[in-house]
């Protein structure tokens, strides 16, 4: 099995840009790793599904654990490449947080419903996550342990082997842009009887979502309508 890092991103900057404005390019210049691929699509305006696809491609000729991550995500953890290995030697994909059950009709991996209440911490949520613009962060979500078993992860960051994903045929759905592809790769790899779980991969996320916008909005209607809850 393959045993090369490939981180998989997409960023508006361009590939100059990209190393001082954002937080995944400054991490990659605290951790400059020689096992460490960056595939990049910079000055990017086409749907992360997309994007995801192609490198996936790529790989059933250049097989690499691929970690799929937002340029706004920045890696806290010199440990971190093997933190992931570590996940995948237990799951088939892993991330940072995410949520052991899914509801009907859920509008996200941590909401219960569009009345934006959250699921239970301890109980159903998984994962740390810090949030802010740099570090020290201004806050840390503590959603629930870590290493457990989940139905649904957030989409910062999913880490899995090509080899995996291309055996069982499971490649992101280029309907959606960027709302609800996370979603919806987790509920694939459900049907696929893979397993998803969240493992200690410490993390800093800039941003904290933008839901019930006009385009999250034709997302859901999407996801529904896709998956019929």
């Given at each position: ?11 508006r900057?361009?590939r100059?840009q990209?190393?001082?404005k954002?937080?995944l ?19 990017n305006?086409?749907?992360?599904p ?8 790529e790989?059933?000729?250049?097989p690499?654990?691929l970690?799929?991550i937002?340029d ?6 010199v440990?971190?490449?093997t933190?992931i290995v570590q996940?995948?030697d237990?799951?088939?994909v892993v991330?940072v947080?995410?949520?052991?059950r899914?509801?009907p009709?859920q509008?996200?991996w941590?909401?219960?419903?569009t ?5 239970e911490?301890?109980?159903?949520l998984s994962?740390?996550?810090?949030h ?14 870590t ?8 989409g ?16 992101f ?8 592809y ?8 459900e049907v ?12 800093l ?14 997302a859901?209607a ?7 809850s």
């Amino acid at each position: 099995m393959s045993m090369k890092f490939r981180l998989i991103c997409a960023t508006r900057e361009t590939r100059e840009q990209f190393t001082a404005k954002t937080a995944l390019g400054r991490s990659l210049q605290l951790f400059p790793f020689p096992f460490i691929e960056l595939r990049l699509f910079p000055e990017n305006s086409t749907g992360l599904p997309k994007l995801y696809n192609i490198a996936l491609k790529e790989a059933e000729s250049d097989p690499a654990i691929l970690i799929f991550i937002h340029d706004d995500v920045q890696l806290l953890d010199v440990f971190w490449p093997t933190h992931i290995v570590q996940g995948l030697d237990v799951f088939d994909v892993v991330g940072v947080v995410g949520n052991k059950r899914r509801l009907p009709a859920q509008p996200s991996w941590c909401f219960k419903d569009t009345q934006w209440n959250l699921d239970e911490h301890d109980v159903y949520l998984s994962g740390i996550v810090a949030h802010g613009s740099s570090w020290p962060a201004t806050n840390v979500s503590f959603y629930g342990p870590t290493f457990e078993r989940v139905k649904l992860l957030d989409g910062l960051l999913i880490a899995c082997r090509s080899e995996t994903l291309i055996a069982n045929k499971l490649f992101f759905d280029e309907d959606f842009d960027f709302h609800f592809y996370d979603m919806d790769f987790c509920r694939q790899a459900e049907v696929l009887n893979l397993r998803l779980g969240t493992w200690s991969i410490s993390t800093l996320h800039a941003s904290e979502g933008q839901l019930n916008q006009a385009s999250w909005r034709s997302a859901y209607a999407k996801y529904l309508d896709k998956w019929g809850s």
